[in-house]
């Protein structure tokens, strides 16, 4: 598809009229969006990737009690050596779970673990490793802060304080913060379902044989993939060929089972594409030419009741435009705060193509120079059927419409995969 357009005489990319820029077509969806309203009670350990459908308030402060950030001795600040030694008579131990019950006095301290509580009268904790043990007591030099290495109840979230807002998605580290709270569970938004197929009769399911002309169904695999990593339900419709019955039928089961739908192929002008008809006849969809490369053509809109992202056959725009509008039209869907997708910018190793129109999300892999320095490259072949590519990279380049192509040392946006393939 790369030389697929032919240059036009002002030597840009052909941009037809019409033609959506990736802010305007991907505003234009989330404008739409909104999450599914159902919402669930989700125990902790069945909540990972679920957004939380309410505000999550402290029942507690955290840490709950005062404790020692170290082992060693707890003391009193009043007593620790302005100048020189000091000597304090161990009078018991503290350990984590099992605290000990009584009051330093002057002169005296508490052996201590991490976690443990620190005894009423000290306030303060000095590392084993700066005191030196003498039978039942121990010696230490000055120097030492009042208050050092004791975490204060409430230090971490008071009790009453907002934890985590709505919208928020739940990783390992919300888990671990609720449960630290202990709460047991919360309520989150019902995973929405998406359905999902590949059109095109040259298309055989991974261990079947390929006939003249035909070749793999690569689409369904990266679609299944990318569902699956964002955590929604998913309902695999397999492969549909172009008959019209055939595509019909899809659409109809696809819509009567899934709150949102997710196609690759038959979105550009084709003539054995029943996908566009089919589509006039039972939604309302819209057919956008979006000024990108790759991932031209995008069909956005409903199905009977469900969302539909028809994506463009090539496998590289299939993967591109799933992550640049499906994938943040389906976390709105799932109740998820939407923010913009982290770019950082980086010297481009070596220079880089492009014709003025169209904004290009170039394969990349970004790593670090010689000297340390983060830098990216170009993963070689760009064309929108260049799945190799796709795999050894780690980031998109995005080039923005206007730019002509940029040279050795330019900076430029790098969106890594990072920052939009995990949950
Ligand atoms: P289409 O948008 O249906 O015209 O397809 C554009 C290009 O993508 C064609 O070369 C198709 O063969 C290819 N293609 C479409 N669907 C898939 C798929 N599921 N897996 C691999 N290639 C595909
Ligand atoms: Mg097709």
């Not at 004791?150 to 739940?170: A, C, K, N, T, Y």
């Amino acid at each position: 598809m790369t030389n697929a357009t032919p240059p036009s005489p002002c030597g840009c990319d052909e941009v037809p009229p019409g033609t959506l820029t990736v802010e305007q077509a991907r505003e234009r969806i989330l404008s739409l969006i909104t999450p599914v309203a159902e919402h669930r009670r989700v125990e902790l350990m069945d909540a990972l990737g679920s957004v939380l459908a309410e505000a999550v308030i402290s029942p507690v402060d955290v840490p709950p009690h005062r404790n020692s950030a170290m082992d060693g001795y707890a003391v009193r600040s009043a007593d620790l050596p302005a100048t020189g030694t000091a000597r304090f008579t161990v009078v018991g131990t503290s350990w984590a779970g099992r605290p000990w019950t009584g009051t330093v006095a002057e002169g005296q301290c508490v052996r201590i673990m991490t976690g443990a509580e620190v005894p009423s009268g000290a306030d303060t904790v000095i590392m084993q490793e700066h005191a030196e043990r003498e039978g039942d007591a121990i010696v230490i030099a000055s120097g030492h802060q009042p208050g050092q290495n004791v975490r204060q109840p409430g230090e971490d979230i008071r009790r009453g304080e907002v934890v985590l807002e709505p919208g928020q998605r739940l990783r390992p580290a919300e888990l671990a913060l609720l449960a630290s709270l202990g709460v047991p569970e919360v309520a989150v938004h019902r995973k929405p379902k998406v359905a999902f197929f590949s059109t095109g009769d040259e298309l055989v399911a991974p261990g079947g044989e390929l006939g003249p002309g035909q070749i793999y169904d690569s689409n369904r695999y990266a679609i299944h993939g990318m569902l699956a990593t964002l955590g929604v339900e998913i309902l695999d419709l397999g492969v549909i060929p172009d008959t019209r019955e055939a595509v019909e039928q899809a659409f109809q089961a696809a819509a009567s089972q899934a709150d949102a739908i997710v196609t690759s192929g038959g979105v550009s002008v084709g003539d054995a594409d029943y996908v566009k008809e089919t589509l006039d006849r039972l939604g309302e969809v819209d057919f956008w030419k979006i000024a990108m490369k790759p991932g031209k053509p995008l069909a956005f809109g409903k199905v009977a009741g469900a969302w539909f992202f028809g994506l463009p056959g090539n496998p590289v725009s299939t993967l591109v435009t799933f992550y640049q509008f499906a994938q943040p039209a389906l976390r709105r869907l799932m109740g998820q705060n939407v923010g913009e997708p982290l770019t950082i910018r980086v010297p481009c190793a070596e220079p880089l193509k492009k014709r003025p129109g169209r904004t290009d999300f170039q394969r990349g892999i970004l790593e670090r120079d010689a000297s340390g320095r983060l830098t990216v490259r170009s993963v070689g072949q760009q064309a929108s059927h260049i799945l190799s590519g796709m795999s050894r990279a780690n980031c998109f380049i995005i080039l923005p419409r206007e730019s002509g192509g940029v040279d050795a040392g330019t900076e430029v946006d790098v969106q890594p995969f990072e920052g939009i393939l995990c949950p």
